[in-house]
Every structure is written in C-alpha cells, then in structure tokens.
C-alpha cells in the first residue's frame, strides 16, 4: 500500500518472514538494491520517499521476488509483468511540497525521480 502527503510517498509492504524487502521503480532505474525498506514487529517493511510530480511505475522485490502492489493507484503490464502505479501530483505551494508533512516513524529518502 502506499500513501502520498505533497511530495512525499509512504510504502508499507507486508511480507512477514522476509530476509531482505527493497523497493524498485522507474525513480531508481528498478534497481533492487537502491532502496531497501526498514523491518516493523508485525511483519510490514516501510519506506517513504520525497518525489517530484508525475507518474511512477514500482514494485517490491521481496527474497529475490518481485511484487505488485494492487492497493496502489493502479496497474500497468510492463515488459516483467504488473506494475504498480504511484501518482504525486503538484504541490499547491511554490512546487517543492515542503510545507507538506513528512512521514513519520519511516526510512525517508529522497529520490532523483525521472518524471513521465
């Protein structure tokens, strides 16, 4: 699932008994190893990112698995299956979503994100 606040996008995947959960999309060149989540007791890993507007296709890559996100704001077939869609739209202030709140309680990471 994922949640937005402004600029800011905050991932929750629950996977219990995961070794390693990373998050990968068009922002990080879906590399796997770019953006690993951060582990919670109830079996759900978390990250939250700072985007520019646009339109992002992610997936979680779970133990070597890659995985869709069904609860996101859609889906696309790309070229290795389902991917989730995560919208951001513009802010209302001067464009940078800094008077946005930032998740808490998350791994924050901001992304050199490649708008569509």
Sequence with gaps: MVE???HWAKFNFLRRGARRVALAGDFCGWDPN?????????????????LPAGEYR????????????????????GPHGPEAILRI???DDDGDGANASSPSR????????RRR
């Design 4 to 6: 937005t606040a402004g």
């Design 34 to 50: 770019a953006l690993p989540m951060i582990p919670a007791q109830d079996g759900t890993w978390t990250l939250a990112l700072r």
């Design 58 to 77: 992610f997936k979680y890559w779970a133990d070597g698995e890659w995985f869709c996100d069904f609860a996101s704001f859609g889906i696309e077939y």
């Design 89 to 91: 739209a513009p802010a």
């Design 106 to 113: 998350a791994a924050v990471q901001t992304a050199g994100a």
